[in-house]
């Protein structure tokens, strides 16, 4: 296969985006301020999101602010990016509270709303999603424990004392789905999981390890079972906080030996297309939520009746 053939089969939902991040403004301090005057403006306070919906909730969109509108003062602005149309976004940041929380405005966060929203909404929400929590999380100096001021148009936190800044960072995670001989399927279920949750196993690289390297190890470690081969199928950002889940499928030459780690992974099933339907039918076990890159994997094997044979499994995998 190409070097890219996997990663356009998959559709991952939160790798949709429309924004040019146009990085080369974020030091343009007089750009950043005239820009915001004509930004579309999009919330979120803490991890919630500003969003317009209809009466029965089934259309919601985030919804977008123009400067003059915004009346918080304990918020800090995040240059986002430029659409084709020339509009520049921003992320308007505001803590959320009880005493804080805006006094206007209906607030919901990206695992409701991710599924309702447009290429561009999601793309942004992914993004600020992912930085605000990283900005909430670093109001201080790693290395002296002054404060830290947000520079760049948000994408730095600068420390007020020594000026030494600060980057968001990114966890990389695998995520595998691991497969036999026969084309079958290995899923594991977590303890901290609701009860018949089936999913793929996954992990966070460890420091100086390579993402093939991780995958192997991690899928020995929970189930195993050897990894003799992997393709590289896409990326999706998963800001829960900052993580990037990176996906591939392996190949195992040994099926017989899986067997769950029975720390984190209490139990390992594998499955035929035959049976993985017949047990969703049964509602034996409940796949992750169709957001999830475990889930587009799932489906990408399946193949096009997975829409149809695997209903049901909205919960979120953590
Ligand atoms: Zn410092």
Not at 60 to 87: D, H, M, P, V
Not at 127 to 154: F, I, N, R, Y
Not at 286 to 291: A, E, R, V
Request: a negative charge.
């Amino acid at each position: 296969m190409s070097a890219d053939s996997g990663f356009k089969e998959l559709d991952l939902a939160l790798s949709r985006t429309k924004l040019d991040r146009a990085a080369d403004l974020r030091l343009d301090k007089n750009a950043l301020d005239e820009m915001w005057l004509r930004a579309e403006i999009a919330q979120i306070s803490g991890d919630r999101f500003r969003i317009l919906t209809d009466e029965d909730g089934r259309k919601i969109s985030l919804e977008f602010l123009n400067a003059t509108q915004i009346k918080e003062e304990n918020g800090e602005r995040y240059f986002l990016g430029i659409a084709a149309s020339g509009k520049p976004y921003f992320l308007w940041h505001t803590p959320f509270n009880e005493s804080a929380k805006p006094t206007f405005g209906t607030f919901k966060g990206l695992r409701d709303i991710g599924a309702f929203l447009n290429d561009l909404e999601i793309g942004i929400a992914a993004h600020g999603l992912a930085l605000s929590q990283w900005h909430d999380a670093h109001p201080m100096c790693a290395k002296c424990g002054a404060k830290t001021e947000s520079v760049q148009g948000g994408s730095v936190r600068e420390c007020v004392v020594d000026r030494k800044q600060h980057h968001p960072r990114t966890d990389p995670a695998i995520i595998v789905l691991v497969k036999d001989s026969q084309d079958r399927v290995l899923l594991g279920h977590q303890k901290i999981w609701p009860t018949n949750r089936f999913s793929t196993l996954a992990g966070f690289v460890e420091p100086g390890e390579s993402f093939e390297r991780c995958v192997r190890r991690e899928v020995f470690e929970e189930a195993g079972v050897n990894v003799i081969s992997m393709s590289y199928l896409g990326s999706q950002p998963w800001p829960f906080p900052a993580s990037i889940m990176i996906a591939f499928d392996a190949l195992i030459d040994n099926p017989e030996a899986a067997k769950g780690d029975g720390v984190e992974i209490e139990e390992v099933r594998w499955f035929s297309r035959a049976s993985m339907k017949a047990a969703v039918a049964a509602a034996q076990i409940i796949l992750p939520p169709t957001i999830s890159v475990a889930r587009a994997m799932i489906n990408h094997w399946y193949g096009p009746d997975a829409a149809k044979d695997l209903i049901g499994g909205e919960a979120w995998r953590n």
